[in-house]
């Protein structure tokens, strides 16, 4: 298990390329065959991949954790990526079709992930933090998750958000994630940007093609920097960080938030003005 540490707005504006991606891109995490996680010390936020080939997968609880299961203490968020497969919660079997998600609450002592095909395996993307108490375990499907229309062709913008897990939907104690699509002429997510001191911020980009990058905006909104991401790398956001991108082709991004606010729309507004 890879440890990522927190880090200063200064160390920011001067780290070069390489200290940029090596403090806040994590790459690789959806090796076939395997489950990979890493840990940021920021809200305590573990992030991982599990892509079950031919044998299933189970959720480890590594030495680090310092707890009998992964779920002893943490509640678990988990999106399909990939082809269709299936998650086993304490011996029941829930099928995640793609773009399919589950909620896991703490205490759950067995999580097992399996693939229908070797060919198209899934591919799980994980997304944790600590809790202090259970809520059920749930299957959210994608095509009972409402989908929001935002932007404009004329702001190259125009997107589909959806929630999976928040307030009112499926219950946690700080986790909230969803899933946005960018639409065909829509190439700019989460801009105007924003802050939000009360939680820090995760991305997984998917459906990015080979040839194609997502260059994503960090930093403080007066000092900001760019990341170039690809397939399925993970961005990670502190609070003080705005956190935009703009691909060069239509692509999908799992967001995911922890920390003392659950409410979606608690964050602090950047005006175009103020970038920098």
């Not at 880090?7 to 920011?12: A, G, L, T």
């Not at 928040?166 to 639409?183: F, I, K, N």
């Amino acid at each position: 298990m890879r440890f990522l540490p927190s880090v200063h707005p200064d160390d920011v504006n001067a780290a070069t390329t390489d200290g940029l991606r090596e403090r806040f891109l994590v790459s690789g995490l959806f090796v076939p065959g395997e489950v990979v996680l890493a840990y940021w010390e920021v809200d305590r936020t573990v992030v991982g991949g599990a892509v079950p080939m031919g044998a299933p997968l189970e959720l480890p609880a590594h030495a680090e954790l310092r707890a009998p299961s992964f779920c002893a203490r943490r509640e678990l968020g988990v999106i399909n990526l990939g082809g269709a497969g299936s998650i086993e919660v304490e011996g029941k079997q829930h099928t995640l079709a793609r773009f399919d998600g589950m909620y896991i609450g703490r205490g759950t002592e067995r999580v097992v992930f399996h693939s229908e095909s070797t060919a198209t395996p899934a591919q799980f993307y994980l997304l944790s933090y600590p809790a202090h108490t259970s809520h059920p375990t749930r299957h959210i499907a994608f095509a009972d998750v409402e989908g929001e229309h935002l932007g404009s062709a004329a702001s190259a913008n125009v997107r589909v958000l959806r929630k999976y897990i928040a307030p009112g939907l499926v219950e946690s104690c700080q986790l909230v994630m969803g899933l946005t699509a960018m639409e065909p002429g829509g190439v700019w997510n989460t801009m105007p940007s924003h802050t939000h001191r009360r939680r820090s911020e995760v991305y997984c980009y998917a459906d990015v093609p080979d040839d194609q990058v997502v260059f994503h905006l960090m930093g403080d909104p007066a000092a900001t920097r760019h990341l170039v991401m690809r397939n399925l790398d993970v961005v990670l956001s502190p609070s003080w960080s705005i956190h935009s991108g703009v691909g060069t082709a239509p692509y999908v991004f799992v967001w995911g938030m922890g920390g003392e606010n659950q409410e979606f729309a608690d964050m602090d507004a950047v005006a175009m003005r103020d970038l920098r």
